[in-house]
């Protein structure tokens, strides 16, 4: 079974719909984060939380909103869709120390008509 | 604060022949350097990573990485291509400092030929 592990895999919706992406892992880290993949971008930070109590916004939260619901959940909202959120979807975890990588679920490609 | 430039958004090369994808980084800090691959349809995977111990760092599948502080640099190398390292490559940065956030350069396209 994956380690981390995303739903939905796809999800095509409309602009103006509010919609979820839900993180699940089993690796029992602390720290969790989300991110987003464009192509040529790179992979940007949108959120992360470094425990249940702890979020921090990223480089790009605007439009979006996050909920640590236990250490192994973390989930993404869009509360608003809009077209140029069509993109892929990361989540990530990792230990505490800095030199540890970070562990990617296998992503959601999220389209917004 | 950190960034990442990987030169080249897509590399072609032959089976068989070197494989060098460029990452140059900058950092107020010293830095911890990683390089991720992504294969179709799937998450980023760990290739290898530069912690502060040898300069020189083997990771899976035959590649490799030199951290050359001089020139920014942490280059990624494998000696003999094969089809199956087709991929998309990220090279990343996190500081000692702060937050273990990753900063990603933009992914470069690898396609091997035939």
């Known amino acids: 079974d994956a380690d981390v592990t995303q739903t939905p895999r796809n999800r095509i919706t409309k602009t103006g719909k509010r919609i979820m992406l839900e993180c699940s892992q089993t690796?029992?880290?602390?720290?969790m984060y989300w991110y987003r993949q464009d192509p040529g971008l790179g992979l940007r930070l949108i959120y992360y939380?470094?425990?249940?109590?702890?979020?921090n916004k990223g480089e790009i939260s605007d439009g979006y909103s996050v909920s640590r619901q236990a250490q192994a959940k973390f989930s993404l909202s869009l509360e608003s869709a809009i077209p140029n959120q069509t993109a892929l979807y990361f989540c990530?975890?990792?230990?505490?120390?800095?030199?540890?990588?970070?562990?990617f679920g296998p992503g959601t490609r999220l389209t917004v008509l | 604060a950190q960034s990442v430039t990987q030169l080249g958004s897509h590399v072609s090369v032959s089976e068989g022949a070197l494989v060098l994808l460029r990452c140059n980084y900058s950092s107020s800090v010293p830095p911890y350097l990683f390089w991720y691959v992504q294969y179709p349809n799937q998450g980023l995977q760990l290739l290898l990573k530069y912690t502060s111990a040898a300069t020189l760092v083997k990771g899976i599948n035959g590649f490799e990485a030199e951290f050359k502080k001089s020139e920014t640099s942490f280059h990624l190398t494998k000696p003999s291509a094969h089809m199956s390292d087709a991929a998309e490559y990220f090279c990343?940065?996190?500081?000692?400092?702060?937050?273990?956030?990753?900063?990603f350069g933009q992914g470069t396209r690898l396609t091997i030929n035939p």
């Open positions: 990343a940065v996190s500081g000692i400092q702060g937050a273990q956030k990753l900063v």
């Open positions: 990530a975890t990792s230990e505490q120390n800095p030199y540890n990588e970070q562990f």
């Open positions: 690796k029992g880290h602390d720290r």
């Open positions: 939380s470094f425990d249940v109590k702890d979020i």
